[in-house]
Every structure is written in C-alpha cells, then in structure tokens.
C-alpha cells in the first residue's frame, strides 16, 4: 500500500493551495483519512480528518478556513486551503486507515510528507 501526496508548494499569505493524497496497492476498505502536519521545531498535529461517513474534525487554528473532503472511488484524500497564514508552513502529511483484506484489521499508513511554504 502506497499513499501518495501532492499539491504542496510556496504561496503568499493570503492565498490557497489544495493537496491531495491518493491511496494505491492491494486494498479492500479505508475507514478514516486525515491530513496532519509537522512545523519545525514542532511535534506533528492532526489539521483536518474526514470519516467514511463524510464527518469532519478541524484543528481550532484551521477552522473555517481548511476544507477536508474524500472521494472513495477514487481512494483519495483532499484539503483544501484557503487564507494561508504564514504560521501554515509545514510538512504536511496524509494519514489512512486501510484494511487489506477481508480478514485482516485496519491499520495506519502515511503519505510522504509535501511542504506547504506560506511567505508573509
């Protein structure tokens, strides 16, 4: 199982990006996805999580501004970003719980990690 994330990049404050992070490889079921993040010098945060049911959570520092959203078709995790603040920039990582086969139980994978800079 792969999970691959993209969409990070250098933006000014103000502005938006999108990520995105694509699960791949042998999967049978994906319960919860989340998007966290790592500053440095700071242990890494939870931002965003999107249940299977589509219910939401958002750290209080993003809320109203980041938006998570899933499509399990296409085992793939979005957040959206909008009103960057400088305080943003980080490594921002993806998390899924991903069941393999029918017998097994589920367990957390993480994507590679892509860099959001927010220049003030």
């Known amino acids: 199982v792969q999970l691959q994330a993209s969409g990070g990049g250098l933006v000014q404050a103000g502005g938006s990006l999108r990520l995105s992070c694509a699960a791949s490889?042998?999967?049978?079921?994906?319960?919860?996805m989340a998007w966290y993040r790592q500053a440095p010098g700071k242990q890494r945060e939870l931002v965003a999580s999107i249940t299977r049911d589509l219910a939401t959570n958002y750290a209080d520092s993003v809320k109203g501004r980041f938006t998570c959203s899933r499509d399990n078709a296409k085992r793939t995790v979005y957040l959206e970003m909008n009103s960057l603040k400088p305080e943003d920039t980080a490594i921002y990582y993806c998390?899924?719980?991903?069941?393999?086969?029918?017998?097994?139980?589920?367990?957390?994978?993480w994507g590679q990690g892509t860099q959001v800079t927010v220049s003030s």
């Open positions: 490889g042998s999967i049978f079921s994906i319960n919860g």
């Open positions: 998390n899924m719980e991903i069941k393999r086969g029918i017998g097994s139980v589920f367990r957390a994978y």
